[in-house]
C-alpha cells in the first residue's frame, strides 16, 4: 500500500518538472519593496518621504542598526519589464483628485 501512495505521488509531480503548472521566480530578495511612483510635484515628494521614512525605520532589538525594507524606487514607465518583482507598492496619483485643484 506504502508503494502504490509513493509512486502515485512520483508520478504526480511529472506535470510541475514540465513548468506547466510553475509561476516564474520572483525577482528581487525578501527584505526589498519597490515603489512605482510618479516623481513630478511637491504632495508626491511628500507622499514618498513619509513612504521612505515608514519603511526605512529600523529594527527593535537588533545589535546593530538594520532597516525593516531596503527600498527601490521606479517611475511608471519602467515598470512593465519588472512585474515579477517579489514585493511592490504601485502608487497611483490622479492630479484631478488633488485638494485645490
Known sequence: MLAIAALLLAGGCKEGKKGNNLLPNPLGKAGEV???????????DTLWNTLKSTLSEEFPYLPQPQPKFDIIKLPPQNFNSVRAYRNIIFINIDAQNLPGK
Open 34 to 44: 519597490m515603489v512605482v511612483l510618479d516623481v513630478k510635484g511637491g504632495d508626491v
